[in-house]
């Protein structure tokens, strides 16, 4: 069974925007995101992004857009030497109780059927208690990145997570914190 590192994409590999990003000119990589994304690619980890995309039920966006937006992003990370090996999509409205919508873990579980992971010998890493929540359901180790939204996610992820996680600055800390955790790890068997 394979590892591997989940990261949600708001937040954590682009910046935030409150009207949703709707397209790829709206699209901001966070500072140094490419490099730090290419530099957990050399680690022998699946790199899974995970994202609620509630745009699309909306009807703000469609899922032809979004991957597109997902495409352009991937061929930019990999210019930097970077890699995505999956990114899972939830479409869903929050009112629409689906599975996959973080807080529930179904984006993890579908990525652990496809690709044969190890969830608890996994990482999530993400700026809100949802994806604390989500990575802790399926044992993942959870990391909080108070870029994004994380800061301001704080408590309610200290509230609502049922055991303890990782805070880091951002991704670059997050990308240091599991690069020395993997050096400490039992090889897969």
Sequence with gaps: MSRAIFLDRDGVICKNRRDYIKSWQEFQFIPQAQRYLAELSKLPYSIVVVTNQ????????????VTEIHRRMIVEIEAYGGRIDRVMVCPHRPDEGCQCRKPSPGM?????QELVIDLSRSFMIGDAASDVVAGQEVRCQALLVLSGRGQQQLAEALSSAKESFVVTRNLGQATRYIVESHKHLLPVD
């Design 54 to 65: 509630s745009a699309i039920g909306r009807k703000i966006i469609s899922e032809n857009t």
């Design 108 to 112: 993890l579980l579908a990525a652990e």
